[in-house]
């Protein structure tokens, strides 16, 4: 069962502006929350996580919000580059072992 | 600092032949290391989880297995690969009492 989804296949964005991605989960046990970035051919590659003690995190052009109560959590790229053209996937955890992943989020940047 | 080694990078098996796709990690000890696949398509579904040498948990029923020889080494095997074993599959690891996770390059395995 699917318990973190990510229900926005693909964004396309100009270069420049905001790429906002988002994320539902159904588990209320998970209290953490990580967005990985994916090449084609590569593995993800860890890029923010926000903990369930907070709302916000950011680091440098990424921000993650997260929002308890509706069980729904987002990331804003601010600018958007051309190499952040990737696939994005939301994953979260209740005991640190086990990553729930979404199933990803394709993002174009055009320039 | 740490690195994570997957290997082969690719690699082309027909139905009925047996599997073996090695991961080791350096840079850290006492890992947890992972075995993940991901489908054309879809998220990343996690196969194995290990916190120790011979400690493996299996999260799917499937035709793979996973060992731990030593700290830093993870192996995945098959005896008989099916169709339905064509993906890509990443091993990871994590600190102990770390949340977040470092994956390796991946093997794009397809069975023919």
């Known amino acids: 069962d699917q318990q973190v989804k990510q229900n926005s296949p693909s964004l396309s964005v100009q270069e420049g502006r905001i790429s906002i991605l988002n994320c539902d989960y159904t588990n209320s046990m998970f209290d953490y929350f990580l967005w990985y970035k994916k090449y084609p051919a590569e593995g993800p590659t860890f890029l923010i996580s926000?903990?369930?003690?907070?709302d916000k995190n950011e680091d440098g052009r990424f921000t993650v919000f997260l929002n308890k109560s509706a069980k729904h959590l987002s990331l804003h790229i601010v600018p958007s580059q051309p190499g952040d053209s990737a696939v994005y996937f939301c994953a979260a955890t209740s005991w640190g072992y086990k990553l729930s992943f979404g199933a990803g989020t394709t993002v174009t940047v055009r320039a | 600092s740490q690195t994570i080694h997957q290997w082969p990078a690719t690699l082309v098996q027909p139905v009925g032949s047996p599997l073996s796709l090695e991961c080791t990690v350096e840079?850290?000890?006492?890992?947890?290391l992972y075995w993940y696949r991901q489908a054309a398509g879809r998220g990343l579904q996690l196969l194995f989880y290990s916190v120790g040498i011979g400690q493996i948990s299996s999260e799917v029923p499937q035709n793979l297995s996973a060992s731990r020889p030593q700290d830093r080494q993870f192996i995945l095997s098959s005896k008989k690969l099916l169709l339905s074993d064509s993906g890509f599959y990443l091993c990871?690891?994590?600190?102990?009492?770390?949340?977040?996770?470092?994956f390796g390059p991946g093997t794009r395995l397809t069975v023919t």
């Open positions: 990871a690891w994590s600190s102990r009492g770390g949340y977040e996770q470092y």
């Open positions: 926000i903990s369930s003690i907070k």
């Open positions: 840079g850290t000890s006492n890992p947890n």
